[in-house]
């Protein structure tokens, strides 16, 4: 089959690759009919995830129909469509049980090397390297989905009255992350929520703390195509290239701050050798703020007393400078983390079905697997406007 490949920083290559095979009982092989770029996957073709291996396929946002099932599993069956969520749990150890499911015991072979630098391990996720269980991802034309009884969600098909891929491919991931990060918020009447990113978990962010009830959303960004979109939806936007983001959201919330904070960027905004970071650090030596780049420092600063910190911004290894007097002084919380994804997959379907929200607004460019390296660039770069890439192999 044709796949995806990581081979380096800014190096991902269409290649031909053994099919996936049936290894454990549980697993189904899902013939892919729609896949995503993920700015998670951002993160790889930036060189900042080091246990990436040459030739690991990646994606983790797909969806498509069952091709094979192994003998023990019991809900689906050949033919049956799925959305197939981006982390991958067991059903049946003590955080499963609990609904933490990107926590799940089981679904990591590679729980050890996690474990070294985690303390404990996540759950396996698809095409997200070896720390993450080595499991092929889905920016290929077919792969092993394992546990099959427990992450995928089955829909009817089109021909049968079901939706559109586009309408619920972003079931997989970014809807429902956005979700949970407004939900770590707790939203309450009147709340001004904050959210820094308007990439696609930004937007889908700032959507789910409006459905659950925020008074105000503020989006902050620099990229004028997601600005404008999130301007759409009814946010206040701040570009954070122009305006000083900590003085507009004082502004914006009589002097008090934001009652919550998101953070939808994660380590790019902090990581060694961006742009921002090498500017910042250019900054800081001549004496001058440095406070632009980094989006956990501001929203700590910037959030209201007693408030929340919710970080859906995916974050690898060690972080400095981050002013811990200042949340524990202001009583902040914080709440982050993979989404669990089998809490919100069917509750968010129904949204979609009922016409609350429809998530292709998101989609800017529809290209092929084989023009994949170009989906890449375009989407890192945020070339011509582009704020989220389908392919279709
Ligand atoms: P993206 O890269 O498309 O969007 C990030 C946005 O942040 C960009 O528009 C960029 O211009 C903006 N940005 C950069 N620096 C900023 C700053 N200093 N202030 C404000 N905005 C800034 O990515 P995405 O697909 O929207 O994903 C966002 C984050 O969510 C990533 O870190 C991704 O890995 C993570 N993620 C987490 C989960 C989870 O389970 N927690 C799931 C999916 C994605
Ligand atoms: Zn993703």
């Known amino acids: 089959m044709k796949a995806l490949c990581w081979h380096g920083k800014e190096d991902v290559r269409v290649e031909r690759v053994p099919d996936p095979r049936i290894a454990e009982p549980g697993d189904i092989i899902v013939k892919v009919t729609s896949t995503a770029i993920c700015g998670s996957d951002l993160h790889l073709y930036d060189g900042y995830i080091p246990t990436m291996r040459q030739g690991d396929i990646l994606g983790h946002e797909f969806m498509g129909e069952v091709v094979e099932t192994g003998r023990e599993v019991k809900t689906l069956k050949v033919g049956d469509r799925v959305i197939v969520p981006f982390t991958i749990a067991c059903g049946g150890c003590f955080f499963c049980n609990r609904q933490l499911w990107s926590l799940c015991d089981n679904s990591n072979p590679n729980a050890g090397l996690a474990e070294t630098i985690y303390g404990k391990s996540p759950s396996g996720l698809f095409g997200y390297s070896f720390l993450m269980g080595g499991f092929a991802g889905g920016q290929a034309e077919y792969v092993r989905v394992p546990f099959a009884d427990v992450g995928p969600l089955k829909i009817p098909h089109v021909r049968d009255g079901g939706p559109e891929d586009e309408k619920v491919l972003f079931l997989t991931d970014i809807f429902p992350t956005g979700w949970m990060a407004a939900e770590n918020c707790a939203i309450q009447d009147g709340d001004v929520v904050a959210v820094w990113g308007c990439g696609p978990v930004g937007q889908f962010a700032i959507r789910s703390a409006q459905l659950q009830g925020a008074a105000k959303v503020v989006a902050i960004d620099r990229v004028p195509e997601r600005l404008r979109l999130a301007a ?112 919100y997959m069917r509750p968010l379907l129904e949204r979609i079905e009922k016409g609350e929200i429809d998530p292709s607004f998101l989609i800017t460019h529809r290209l092929g697997l084989e023009d994949g390296p170009e989906a890449y660039r375009t989407f890192r770069d945020k070339q011509d406007g582009c704020i989220k890439v389908v392919m279709r192999p």
């Open 232 to 343: 759409e939806a009814g946010a206040e936007t701040i570009d954070f290239d122009r305006d000083d983001v900590r003085a507009r959201l004082e502004e914006l919330t009589g002097g008090r701050g934001p009652d919550s904070c998101i953070d939808a960027v994660g380590i790019e905004a902090h990581g060694t050798g961006s742009v921002d970071a090498v500017l910042d650090r250019a900054k800081a030596a001549v004496g001058l703020a440095t406070d632009r780049g980094h989006v956990l420092r501001q929203a700590i600063m910037a959030c209201r007393k007693g408030g929340t910190i919710s970080i859906p911004g995916v974050y690898g290894g060690v972080l400095d400078k981050v002013p811990f007097g200042a949340a524990f002084n202001k009583g902040l919380s914080f709440r982050m983390g993979q989404t669990h994804m089998m809490r």
